[in-house]
């Protein structure tokens, strides 16, 4: 495609152009698939040596060896058999509605247009373009070096609240953060971490800790904030916020989502065309029903 | 036996002298039980001012999974699976996803690990096959499938396919076989895809398999297959399947595959065995396997490439059973013990001593003073066994094992399958599990060093974090530490360990640690459970709670049995709340009992208090009064693996 710099490229990517050029291909390969198959009028079934050959190849690939003459003879009255009865079956109108056929039609259909409908190779622009509306998605997490001191909610003595305040007001001017090792309830959570990214921080903590804590103001003790495990003050000593990452460290990824997307947007984009032709009558609306559905 | 419970620091100095200055304060509210840095240097010489410096030990397990399906598996893209490893990596690093009956859904927080383990038998079938594949459908069995699939019978079409493939009728002449073009497109393609989605550091992508042997009409001997490799050695042979000509049904064969593997590429892997409950007696034998004996070489063998097993998933949970252990009251869990996979064959009673892990525990330690080796010395994972191309394990966000099961206002009410044996109900299908695995480093390296040296835990689908140590040194003090993987690295050996040469006089003692998942239930309880053979050859167990929640107010009554946590769940409302429990426990233990001359191992569960149960979920979203029979609630659990005691000769 891209030795075709004459098409505009735009209009390459544009999935209905696929569809339509999709279309005109069933069209013509089921043309000629008619040309081949006997016409049900004539009264005439014609079976072409190609046919003989794909039936015998058939055959050698499931049983390991070629068929006999016999056994020849039997695939092609078998097959002649099938044609006489399938063109008796159309001729009747056998195939309109019936759910088997046309839940195989509609998983063929689907089979044929599904991910087809969409450039699988975009070019550099068109990644770059989506990368950029994207850029909170392709970040370098934020990472922090913190410490922290827990409260036990169901702590003797003071509430929680009250004595992590209290701890708060005694640990205004430390110079540092070594209180955390010997301060509040004794916890088997680590009590220092080393610039570790938010993601570890969530996944010990939880995300509403989290995020205070990248609030948190460095170089004091603040707090406290809640946790899954009682109430924490938090110092936090270094942090680097996120950071998005360049479009050319991420390419495959961006790749992969954009891919992702389009594949998902042109198959829904190929049935709102095709629903577009019809008009779509539906019973009308059944009364609520009382305590069902739900959210 | 008194709790170690964690304890508390009382903070009155602050409260009688709030004007003090901070250093006074400092020093006046200090924990008198805290870390004591002059201790440590005992342990640790000369350790660095930062408490990170020189740390070889992980902050948190990472969470994941070594077991799922996708549209690859012939069964799972037969029962209606459009979704393959590229979605389920996707969906595992947190990302939305469409399932398959086209419902949006997104996990609570991404896993560190997935290990995609399709069925090696017929892999890539079924995409053939829905493509109405003339070759595959020539066959009148396959087209028969097919034709039930496009009546929209796709769950009768499963079932009746794993029939086949189960009974050994599965048409062999359509089958995707190793040494084809199929089925190494398809091993490539798996492989390709987890290469994509392996960030070292951040999430692993495990290459992997599923080699699904069953014997008779279905009794389930599988094992997922592991690798610790990239691409570039795992695609140098195709994987190990079950039927001829390439294939073999015995595990044996699968471990001399698996030797073939390491010769041929100087690769690693590891197998793990799932669903004892479902082999109707044969998932760990101890007189005869296949035909044969067992002896050395199998005791051996197994020992070697079964460093885990899969203790629950979502047919169920493995680790003991109501008639296995009839003093332990939190035995009944999830139990699926109606017959085999298919439901072919009726369980019998005397099938369940070779199914569930405690006994199986106990049983290797009897062959190997038999034939010198440990059969069953695993440590343990859970993992879902999902067939929806992503894993499902969270109980207000399941999607069920199949996609059948995928969320719908009849599941709870439907047969998941159903034979002239019996029935097992969708709604018994568990929401369940996952694998903790205490890894140095994100890695594939990192992860499957961990899991061969058994630093693992299985829970049932919370992210309850446990730490576990073995020692002979370990006192009430080490409780009140705050840095309980210092301690237990330093003085002891972690869950996986074994404890050798008893100083004369001493009892083993453990320090176990729990925290609740962070963003779920708390604790109800810490137990550790021991099994050892006794002096006249005997298989024994006891359970003893070593922490528990509420302890200021919750005590064990005169015969030593600790009250219920109770419950606070609100069925109709499918929610609950965490005042009752803690969120943390903490407590070393010490053997009470303990004979220096007997083998034993002793493994932690930890147990959370009451929460819904995914059928409470469906009930209140879909406003259905379910049947009598359907469990509401469910106490979320976490198992580690053993330590083992083994005496001097």
């Known amino acids: 495609m891209a030795k075709r710099p004459k098409l505009p490229a735009r209009l390459l990517r544009e ?54 003459a016999a056994e020849m003879d039997g695939l092609i009255r078998e097959a002649v058999r099938e044609q006489v009865l399938y063109q008796e079956a159309l001729a009747l109108g056998l195939d309109r509605d019936d759910v088997v056929v046309r839940r195989h039609l509609r998983q063929k259909y689907e089979f044929l247009t599904q991910d087809l409908a969409y450039d699988a190779n975009p070019d550099q622009a068109v990644l770059r373009a989506y990368y950029d509306a994207r850029t909170d998605r392709y970040t370098e997490p934020a990472r922090l070096s913190f410490s922290q001191i827990r409260f036990d909610l169901e702590r003797p003595g003071l509430p929680a609240e009250t004595a992590a305040a209290r701890a708060l007001a005694a640990l205004q001017g430390a110079t540092g953060p070594q209180a955390a090792d010997t301060l509040g309830d004794a916890t088997s959570l680590p009590t220092s971490f080393d610039m570790i990214d938010d993601a570890e921080v969530a996944a010990m903590f939880g995300p509403d800790f989290t995020a205070s804590v990248l609030q948190a103001p460095p170089g004091s003790w603040a707090g406290p904030i809640a946790s899954g495990y009682g109430l924490h003050l938090i110092w936090v000593s270094d942090r680097a916020p996120r950071a998005v990452l360049p479009f050319e460290k991420v390419r495959q990824r961006v790749e ?4 992702y997307d389009q594949r998902r947007a042109a198959n829904e984009a190929v049935y709102r065309q095709l629903l577009a032709r019809y008009e779509v009558v539906l019973p009308p609306p059944a009364p609520v029903q009382a305590g069902g559905g739900g959210s | 036996m008194k709790p170690d419970r964690l304890k508390t620091i009382v903070l009155a100095a602050i409260a009688a002298s709030p004007s003090a200055t901070p250093a006074l304060a400092q020093q006046d509210i200090a924990d008198p039980h805290g870390h004591d840095p002059a201790a440590l240097t005992t342990l640790n010489k000369a350790p660095p001012y930062s408490p990170n410096a020189g740390r070889n030990f992980p902050d948190r397990p990472l969470f994941g999974e070594t077991h799922l399906h996708t549209t690859l598996s012939f069964d799972a893209g037969t029962f209606g699976a459009r979704l393959g490893p590229r979605d389920a990596y ?5 990302q939305e996803i469409v399932s398959n009956t086209g419902q949006p859904v997104r996990i609570s927080r991404p896993l560190d690990f997935t290990a995609v383990t399709d069925h090696s038998d017929n892999m890539g079938f079924f995409n053939e096959f829905a493509a109405g594949n003339p070759d595959i459908l020539a066959n009148a069995q396959a087209k028969g499938w097919y034709d039930l699939m496009q009546s929209g019978k796709g769950a009768e079409a499963a079932i009746q396919i794993i029939t086949a493939f189960s009974n050994g009728s599965f048409p062999i002449e359509i089958m995707s076989q190793p040494g084809t073009k199929l089925y190494q497109d398809t091993w490539k393609d798996i492989i390709a895809a987890a290469e994509e989605a392996n960030d070292p550091g951040k999430f692993t992508a495990l290459i992997a398999y599923e080699w699904t042997s069953q014997v008779g009409t279905g009794d389930n001997l599988h094992r997922n297959v592991i690798y610790r490799d990239g691409g570039d050695l795992a695609v140098q042979m195709d994987p190990m399947v079950t039927l001829p000509p390439h294939g073999s049904q015995d595990p044996v064969d699968l471990w001399k595959w698996m030797g073939a593997y390491e010769q041929k590429t100087g690769g690693h892997v590891l197998a793990i065995a799932h669903n004892g409950n479902l082999s109707n007696g044969l998932m760990f034998p101890t007189i005869e396997q296949f035909g044969k004996p067992v002896d050395a070489d199998y005791v051996a063998e197994r020992a070697r490439w079964e460093k885990l097993y899969e203790v629950t998933q979502t047919k169920g949970t493995g680790e003991t059973h109501p008639n296995l252990s009839p003093n332990d009251e939190f035995a009944d869990f999830e139990i699926w013990d109606k017959g085999n996979l298919t439901m072919t064959v009726a369980k019998k009673p005397e099938m369940l001593q070779h199914e569930y892990t405690r006994m199986a525990l106990l049983n290797g330690m009897k ?30 966000n399941f999607f069920g094992k199949t996609v059948s099961m995928e969320p719908s206002p009849e599941r709870i009410a439907k047969p998941f399958v159903k034979t ?15 694998a903790g695995v205490w890894a140095v480093d994100n890695t594939r390296v990192s992860i499957f060093d961990a899991m061969e040296r058994k630093e693992t835990y299985a829970t049932t689908g919370t992210r309850i974090t446990v730490r576990f140590f073995g020692g002979w040194d370990f006192g009430p003090g080490d409780a009140e530490t705050r840095r309980p993987a210092q301690v237990g690295y330093s003085k002891g050996v972690p869950m996986g360990g074994d404890l050798v040469n008893a100083p004369a006089g001493k009892s083993p003692s453990f320090l176990v640690a729990a925290l609740k998942d962070p963003i779920g239930a708390n604790l109800d309880r810490v137990q550790i459970i021991k099994g050892w053979i006794d002096a006249e050859g005997n298989a024994q167990e006891s359970v003893h709670d070593v922490a528990w929640g509420d302890a200021t107010t919750r005590k064990p009554d005169a015969a030593g049995k600790l009250p219920s946590v109770g419950t606070t769940v609100d069925i109709a409302d499918a929610s609950y709340t965490n005042t009752i429990g803690d969120p943390e426990l903490i407590a070393v233990w010490t053997d009470p009992d303990f004979d220096p001359a007997l083998k034993a191992f002793y493994y932690a569960r930890v147990i959370e208090i009451p929460t819904p149960r995914w059928t409470a979920r469906d009930a209140k979203f879909y406003g259905l009064t379910p049947g009598q029979d359907v469990r509401m609630t469910i106490t979320e659990r976490a198992f580690t693996s053993p330590i083992w005691y083994i005496p001097s000769r």
């Open chain 2, 420 to 434: 002239d044996i019996g029935t097992v109900s969708e709604w018994e299908v568990g929401a369940a599990g996952l």
């Open chain 2, 90 to 94: 996707r969906f595992a690093k947190g």
């Open chain 1, 256 to 259: 992969e989502d954009w891919r």
């Open chain 2, 367 to 396: 062959l190997e003073t038999q034939f010198g080796t440990n059969p069953y010395k695993f440590g343990l994972v859970g993992s879902t066994d999902s067939h929806l191309g992503f894993s499902s394990f969270e109980e207000d």
């Open chain 1, 15 to 68: 999935p209905l152009l696929h569809f339509a050029i999709l279309g005109g291909l069933i069209f013509a390969f089921l043309s000629e698939a008619k040309t081949t198959q006997p016409a049900a009028e004539d009264h005439r079934i014609v079976i072409t040596g190609n046919e003989v050959e794909r039936m015998a190849a058939a055959w050698a690939q499931r049983w390991q060896r070629p068929p006999t």
